[in-house]
């Protein structure tokens, strides 16, 4: 299997602009995790889908992100209007569910907004 | 909540050395998930290790080891035979279990340990 694929690797962007991250997760995984990893505040999570349905956003800093998770193989968050403290590594994970529960992650997009 | 503590931010060992790394938490349940995950200067989150609570035996994994003490709330990663390629960041993660309702599948990671290997 390819593993989690994300995309882009790395964007930058001005302020203002919309910027969209995309990820596929493994094939046959249930739930996909969306995490973002800054100096200040490590690893946190963003928001959670089981079978493309979000569960749980609590962890979505503000009405300026969504995401997404159209059928079972794709996924998007989106951040607009984009700004500089937006700026992080960006990561997305999947697990099987069903009792297996390690999650798997993608390579990460570095964003950095200007 | 839970919370994840590494106590060490920064550690080295001589390669061929073996070297561990601290990992507590804090938790009020009695079935759960403990991981480590890996973080190379490429940035990939790679798994290590994972531990379910309910099994008294330590896991293992070829030169990676875990020490867990469920009454001390510790779970250490032992790194035997330590090569240049395990240098990277090592995140300590907790997981509570599915049928736990709200919170379950959120990993809960700890600040981090930055490991080199110094040849």
């Known amino acids: 299997d390819a593993g989690v694929i994300q995309s882009p690797r790395h964007e930058v962007t001005e302020m203002g602009q919309e910027v969209t991250l995309r990820c596929k997760p493994i094939?046959?995984?249930?739930?996909l995790f969306w995490y973002r990893q800054t100096m200040m505040r490590g690893l946190e999570l963003l928001i959670y889908?089981?079978?493309?349905?979000?569960?749980?956003d609590s962890g979505m800093p503000e009405d300026r992100f969504s995401a997404k998770m159209p059928n079972a193989s794709f996924s998007t968050l989106k951040i607009q209007p984009s700004e500089p403290r937006d700026s992080a590594v960006y990561f997305c994970?999947?697990?099987?569910?069903?009792?297996?529960?390690?999650?798997?992650f993608g390579p990460g997009t570095r964003l950095l907004v200007l | 909540a839970q919370t994840v503590t590494q106590s060490q931010p920064e550690m080295s060992v001589q390669e061929a050395e073996t070297v561990t790394l601290s990992c507590t938490y804090d938790t009020s349940e009695n079935n759960y998930y403990l991981f480590w995950y890996k973080q190379p200067p490429s940035r990939q989150m790679i798994l290590v290790i994972r531990?379910?609570?309910?099994?008294?035996q330590n896991a293992t994994e070829n030169r990676f080891s875990v020490n867990f003490q469920k009454a001390a709330k510790s779970f250490s990663l032992k790194i035997s035979d330590s090569q240049l390629g395990d240098t990277a960041m090592y995140f300590c993660?907790?997981?509570?279990?599915?049928?736990?309702?709200?919170?379950?599948?959120?990993?809960?990671f700890g600040k981090g340990t930055k490991l080199s290997v110094i040849p």
């Open positions: 531990q379910e609570a309910y099994k008294q």
């Open positions: 993660a907790f997981m509570k279990p599915s049928y736990s309702g709200a919170g379950s599948y959120q990993l809960t």
């Open positions: 994970a999947s697990s099987e569910g069903q009792e297996e529960e390690t999650q798997y």
């Open positions: 094939s046959g995984h249930d739930y």
């Open positions: 889908f089981n079978n493309n349905v979000p569960i749980d």
